[in-house]
């Protein structure tokens, strides 16, 4: 699944994208993030630009009996502004699409 907010664009994370998101992330990420036993795979959290989009954070959304917990860990630089708040809006989001 792909999602596409406003201002951001999720997809998938994929094997290769790991080393990246450990150096993007530094050593706050945390790698339990990226285990596949979640109700859709761990979401790249990218900002698109004219040169590429930057790797930004990572998202999850994990079934909670009938909740969804959504979790999203931000590169430092992105922590507590507001791509932030729209990506945990878009993993909401995503959350209402799938049920």
């Known amino acids: 699944?792909?999602?596409?907010?406003?201002?951001?664009?999720?997809?998938?994370?994929?094997?290769?994208?790991?080393a990246g998101l450990i150096a993007e992330m530094g050593e706050s990420f945390d790698p339990e993030l990226l285990r596949q036993d979640r109700c859709v795979p761990p979401m790249l959290i990218t900002l698109p630009g004219d040169a590429g989009a930057a790797l930004i954070g990572v998202g999850t959304l994990t079934r909670q009996g009938r909740n969804v917990d959504v979790s999203c860990q931000m590169a430092a630089p992105f922590r507590d502004g507001v791509y932030a708040a729209e990506a945990r809006a878009a993993l909401r989001q995503m959350a209402l699409l799938i049920g």
Not at 1 to 18: G, H, N, Q, T, Y
């Open 1 to 18: 699944m792909f999602f596409r907010s406003e201002s951001l664009f999720l997809r998938p994370v994929w094997p290769e994208d790991r």
